[in-house]
C-alpha cells in the first residue's frame, strides 16, 4: 500500500519528510516525486546504490570481445595470404573491436537506464498529474504490521523497521495522511482509494 502527498513546494515538503521520520517512519519507506531532479538527500535520502555504470562497462567488455572474436575469428577461419603479412591484420580488426564496443556499450546503457529508473512499471503505483506541473510528490510505502521494510545484512532490524510499522497497515496510513496534511499538503491519494 501507498500513500502519495502532493506539496506545492520544497519545504513543505520537507516539513513533511522530518514528521514522517520523527513519528517513526524509515527513510527506505519515503521516495519524492518531482517534474525537476532533487540531489539525494534534498527532500529524502535514499542511498541507493546503483550498477548502472557496470553494467555498461560489462557491456562494453562484452562488445570488445565479440568485435575482436569477429574480426580475427573471420580472418582465422577465412585466410588471405598476401606477401608476409599477418593473417590477423591490426588494424581491421582494431576498428572492428573498437566499433562493436561502442554498439555493446550504447546498447547496454539504454537498457540499464530503463532497468535502473524500473521501466516499465509492472506494478500500478499512485501517481498524481499535478508532479509533471511542477508539485511535489511524497510517497510512504506502508506495510503490514511487523514487516520489515528491507533489512539488509549489516543494518539493525531497529533501523529498518520503524516504531510505525509496528501498528497494522489503516493506522499507518491514518498517520501519514494526518502528518502531510499538517505539512500542508494540496492533496493526499492512497492506493487502495485510486
Given at each position: 500500500m501507498e500513500?502519495?502527498?502532493?506539496?506545492?513546494?520544497?519545504?513543505?515538503?520537507?516539513v513533511a519528510v522530518e514528521h514522517l521520520i520523527k513519528e517513526g517512519f524509515v527513510e527506505?519507506?519515503?521516495?519524492?516525486?518531482?517534474s525537476v531532479a532533487y540531489p539525494d538527500g534534498v527532500l529524502v535520502r535514499t542511498e541507493q546504490r546503483t550498477w548502472f555504470r557496470?553494467?555498461?562497462?560489462?557491456?562494453?567488455i562484452?562488445?570488445?570481445?565479440?568485435?575482436?572474436?569477429?574480426?580475427?575469428?573471420?580472418?582465422?577461419?577465412?585466410?588471405?595470404?598476401?606477401?608476409?603479412k599477418p593473417i590477423?591484420?591490426?588494424?581491421?580488426?582494431?576498428?572492428v573491436t573498437y566499433e562493436l564496443t561502442m554498439l555493446f556499450a550504447?546498447?547496454?546503457?539504454?537498457?540499464?537506464?530503463?532497468?535502473?529508473?524500473?521501466?516499465p512499471s509492472l506494478r500500478k503505483r499512485v501517481y498524481d498529474p499535478l508532479i509533471a506541473e511542477g508539485y511535489i510528490g511524497i510517497s510512504v510505502s506502508i506495510h503490514s504490521g511487523g514487516v520489515a521494510v528491507a533489512c539488509e545484512a549489516d543494518v539493525s532490524p531497529r533501523e529498518c523497521i520503524g516504531t510505525v510499522a509496528a501498528l497494522p497497515s489503516d493506522e499507518q496510513?491514518?498517520?501519514?495522511?494526518?502528518l502531510m496534511k499538517a505539512a500542508g499538503a494540496v492533496r493526499i491519494i492512497a492506493e487502495d482509494r485510486i
Open positions: 500513500v502519495l502527498g502532493i506539496f506545492s513546494d520544497k519545504e513543505s515538503a520537507g527506505r519507506q519515503i521516495t519524492s516525486l518531482t557496470w553494467f555498461t562497462l560489462a557491456c562494453g562484452a562488445g570488445a570481445g565479440a568485435g575482436f572474436l569477429l574480426a580475427a575469428g573471420t580472418a582465422w577461419l577465412y585466410p588471405v595470404k598476401t606477401g608476409d590477423i591484420a591490426f588494424y581491421p580488426t582494431g576498428i550504447l546498447a547496454g546503457t539504454i537498457i540499464g537506464m530503463f532497468l535502473e529508473m524500473g521501466l496510513v491514518s498517520r501519514a495522511e494526518e
